[in-house]
């Protein structure tokens, strides 16, 4: 999926198919340049887990296993 050209300051975040029907069990990322954001959904302005884009690559592999 892509996100499109975004500003640096505002990232488009995008909800994980895998997430559940209702809005208990959401999980978000964003795509940046230093590789990708990982949030709660229900708490978008809590903190984040930045991870780089080799771990994300090796982490969505794996799920696909």
């Known amino acids: 999926m892509s996100a499109g050209p975004q500003p640096a300051s505002e990232p488009v975040w995008f909800k994980s198919s895998y997430s559940g029907g209702n809005t208990t069990e959401c999980v978000e990322a964003a795509f940046v340049p230093a590789g990708v954001l ?16 080799e771990a994300w690559t090796r982490f969505v592999g794996a799920l696909a296993l």
Request: hydrophobic letters at 25%; zero cysteines; aromatic letters at 6%.
């Open 38 to 53: 990982v949030r709660d959904s229900k708490t978008p302005y809590s903190p984040r887990v930045s991870v780089s884009a």
